[in-house]
């Protein structure tokens, strides 16, 4: 099929691929960067798993063309905190029981990182709204917004 140019940084770095023009932003980070904290869960928006930051923003990665986030910066879990010390999200996520099985956590905590920079913690049932595209089968949702709280404060 069509190939495109990408030039992306990606948790500080910049890079640049020649990749298949259908490339979701998702495969390209977990298929050509081994950076598999980024999830598949549902793969069509559904369910949060994916969730980076672009450009600070927090997005599914699973719904956009790698081609469309060219020349922006994205952040995924590994990018998040420094390698010796927690980012304060992560911290609040395991003080507060924010996970249970971990899958769906690193798009939690993108997200829960977007809820706040974006200005969307001010209540817990504010956070609750924001937080409401990112799905947790085990139903650790009281943890997470507790946890969300506490890294807004
Ligand atoms: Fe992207 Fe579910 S994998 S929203």
């Known amino acids: 099929g069509e190939t495109v140019?990408?030039?992306?940084?990606?948790?500080?770095?910049?890079?640049?691929f020649t990749l298949?023009?259908?490339?979701?932003l998702l495969?390209?980070?977990?298929?050509?960067?081994?950076?598999?904290?980024?999830?598949v869960g549902c793969n069509h928006g559904q369910c949060g798993a994916c969730t980076i930051l672009l450009d600070g923003?927090?997005?599914?990665?699973?719904?956009?063309l790698a081609a469309?986030?060219?020349g922006k910066a994205i952040t995924t879990i590994e990018g998040l905190g420094r390698p010796d010390e927690l980012h304060p999200m992560q911290a609040a996520f395991i003080?507060?029981?924010?996970?249970?099985c971990g899958y769906c956590t690193p798009g939690q905590i993108l997200s829960a990182v977007g809820c706040v920079t974006e200005g969307h913690a001010g209540s817990r049932p504010e956070i609750r709204e924001y937080m409401s595209g990112n799905l947790c089968r085990c139903g650790a949702y009281k943890g997470i917004t507790e946890a969300v709280a506490e890294a807004r404060d």
């Open 5 to 16: 140019d990408v030039s992306l940084n990606i948790n500080g770095a910049d890079h640049s």
């Open 20 to 24: 298949d023009a259908r490339t979701t």
């Open 57 to 64: 923003t927090r997005i599914n990665s699973c719904l956009m």
């Open 68 to 70: 469309a986030a060219d």
């Open 95 to 100: 003080q507060h029981d924010g996970f249970q």
């Open 27 to 39: 495969d390209l980070l977990r298929e050509r960067m081994d950076l598999t904290g980024t999830k």
